[in-house]
Nanobody, 126 residues
Framework: QVQLVESGGGLVEAGDSLRLSCAAS????????MGWFRQAPGKERDFVAV????????YYADSVKGRFTTSRDNAKNTVYLQMNSLKPEDTAVYYC???????????????????WGQGTQVTVSS
C-alpha cells in the first residue's frame, strides 16, 4: 500500500521560511516524479513544483520560482520543499504527489499523478 505523508507545515510570518517533507512508502520511490501542489480555501489545487525521479530535473510554477526549491533523497524515500520569503498568498494546504508519467510540463496537471498525501497546512501571516 502506497503512503505519502507530508510534514513541516505551520504558522509563520511573511518573509519567513519553512521546509516541508514528504515521506513515501510502498513504492519504488526513484521511479516516480514527485510533485507539490497547494490548495487554498475555495480555490482549485494548483501546481507548485515537481522533481524527476533521479533528482536531476525540476520545474516550478512562476509564482514560486526563485523562492521555493524542491529536492529529494532517494535513500530516505523523501522529497522536500524548501520555501523561503513566504508571502500571505502562499497560505494553503500543501500536498505531495507521485507520478509515473514521463517528466514533462504535463506534470503541472493534478490528474497526471497516481498517489497523493493527506496535505499539511501552511499559514503565512502578514
Amino acid at each position: 500500500q502506497v503512503q505519502l505523508v507530508e510534514s513541516g507545515g505551520g504558522l509563520v510570518e511573511a518573509g519567513d521560511s519553512l521546509r516541508l517533507s514528504c515521506a513515501a512508502s510502498g513504492l519504488t520511490f526513484r521511479s516516480y516524479s514527485m510533485g507539490w501542489f497547494r490548495q487554498a480555501p475555495g480555490k482549485e489545487r494548483d501546481f507548485v513544483a515537481v522533481i524527476r525521479g533521479g533528482g536531476d530535473s525540476t520545474y516550478y510554477a512562476d509564482s514560486v520560482k526563485g523562492r521555493f526549491t524542491t529536492s529529494r533523497d532517494n535513500a530516505k524515500n523523501t522529497v522536500y520543499l524548501q520555501m523561503n520569503s513566504l508571502k500571505p498568498e502562499d497560505t494553503a494546504v500543501y500536498y505531495c504527489a507521485a507520478a509515473t508519467t514521463i517528466f514533462t510540463a504535463n506534470l503541472r496537471v493534478p490528474g497526471q499523478y497516481n498517489y497523493w498525501g493527506q496535505g499539511t497546512q501552511v499559514t503565512v501571516s502578514s
